[in-house]
Every structure is written in C-alpha cells, then in structure tokens.
C-alpha cells in the first residue's frame, strides 16, 4: 500500500492475555520503528529494526514484550500476559535508508490496545 | 542525558490568531530537528526539518527556527484554522551510530476554537 499499515486499529483483551500488533511498513523501507503513545504524551521508543535485526530494543519496557521481522518487511510486536498499564496506541512507523538519521518517519494510524 | 522538552504543554487559541510553541533540547550530537503534527486518532505526520545550517524555513502558514546555539526551536502558526488543532511534536536526530538516533518531546496539544 502507499502508507504503513496497522492491524488491529483497535484491540481489547483482558488482563494476562497474549497480543499481537502487526505493521506493514512502506515498501522499500529498511528501517521500522515501534512506539508507545499514552493519551496526552509524545511517543515513546521501543524498538528499533534496520532489516531483519534489532539495531535496537533499550525501549521495550519488559520481557513480556517482543518483536520480530523475519523477511525486513513486515513485523509484529507481541506482547504476553497483558498488564493494564499496556494500555496506549502502539504506533509503527519506517524509514527509507537514505532518511536513516534525519528523523523522516512515516507513521501508520496506530494500533489502540485496551486491557481490561 | 539528550532530552526534548516543549512548552506549552496545552494551548488554545482563537481562530484567525498566531501561536508559537518552544521546543529546547539537550541532544548531542545534534544532526537536526523536525516538527510533525499529530491529528487525533491519527499517527505523527512530518512538517518541517531544521538542519544546523539553517535558521528559518517556512511552509504554508507555518514558520520554523531554530537557534543551534542555545539549541532551542520553536514553531509559529500563522493566521490559525480550525484544522491546525493537534499535537505538534519535535523529535531531534543525533549522529550517534547503532541506537535509534531520535528523541521525542511529548508535544504541545493545540486547540482552535471558532
């Protein structure tokens, strides 16, 4: 597709259960990048892949938290044994290489997850 | 430790009005420094990118500045819509190698009333 894509746009668990949030980046984009948005703040890192790898993950909170990207293409965030504090918009964004270090992110709409 | 902070936190202004929002950071090496605006609902959209060359650059009804020297930026909104009520975020990239090279600020929520 044109932008990045983001499914579910909204999720609802219960405490303790598993999630998944997929991101379908821009085409072509080597760099993805995972953030958490809670209401009324500015997002905030989780992960960051160049490719396959994770260049960097200081940002996941918490080893109930992980992501992958197995072909550099697509990647999902997984989050186990959901807390209430998970509760935020998930939000994924790329980055073509030659924007790498000059903060040009292409944002998906969000993945709102609500645990109850 | 490289940090983005913005004021204000909120802002309401009243349509046809000019605002500015600050944006100070502490990031270095510093590389540059973008604004995005964030609609509702609505993931962070890029508006502007100051590199450290550059002192002003506009586009449309929004101005953009930056002062490497005391590493502040700030955004003026022209002639203010309706439309222009969001979030403004800065994010400024570093030049350091292997971690993710952006910092966020937690961004100025602005409203446009009629």
């Known amino acids: 597709g044109a932008g990045v894509s983001q499914t579910p746009s909204n999720k609802v668990t219960e405490k303790g259960k598993y999630v998944e949030l997929r991101c379908d980046p821009i085409?072509?984009?080597?760099?993805l990048y995972w953030y958490r948005q809670s209401l009324g703040q500015g997002p905030e890192f989780l992960i960051y892949?160049?490719?396959?790898?994770?260049?960097?993950d200081s940002g996941l909170p918490n080893d109930r938290f992980f992501a992958v990207r197995p072909e550099g293409s697509v990647s999902t965030l997984k989050i186990q044994r959901t807390e209430r504090g998970d509760s935020a918009v998930y939000l994924c964004?790329?980055?073509?290489?030659?924007?790498?270090?000059?903060?040009?992110?292409?944002f998906g709409e969000g993945s709102r997850l609500t645990v109850l | 430790k490289n940090q983005v902070e913005q004021s204000p936190q909120s802002l309401i202004i009243l349509e046809g009005k000019n605002c500015t929002l600050q944006?100070?950071?502490?990031?270095?090496?510093?590389?540059?420094l973008r604004w995005y605006k964030q609609d509702t609902g609505r993931g962070p959209v890029s508006l502007t990118i100051?590199?450290?060359?550059?002192n002003t650059k506009s586009n449309g009804r929004y101005t953009a500045t930056l002062d490497a020297d005391t590493k502040q930026s700030s955004l003026h909104i022209t002639a203010s819509q309706l439309s222009d009520s969001a979030s403004y975020i800065c994010?400024?990239?570093?030049?350091?190698?292997?971690?993710?090279?952006?910092?966020f600020g937690k961004g100025t929520r602005l409203s446009v009333i009629a």
């Open positions: 964004a790329s980055s073509p290489v030659r924007a790498l270090n000059t903060g040009e992110l292409f």
């Open positions: 085409s072509g984009h080597t760099a």
């Open positions: 892949f160049q490719g396959t790898g994770a260049a960097d």
């Open positions: 944006c100070n950071y502490t990031v270095s090496p510093f590389s540059n």
């Open positions: 100051m590199t450290f060359s550059e």
């Open positions: 994010v400024v990239s570093t030049l350091r190698a292997g971690n993710t090279p952006l910092v």
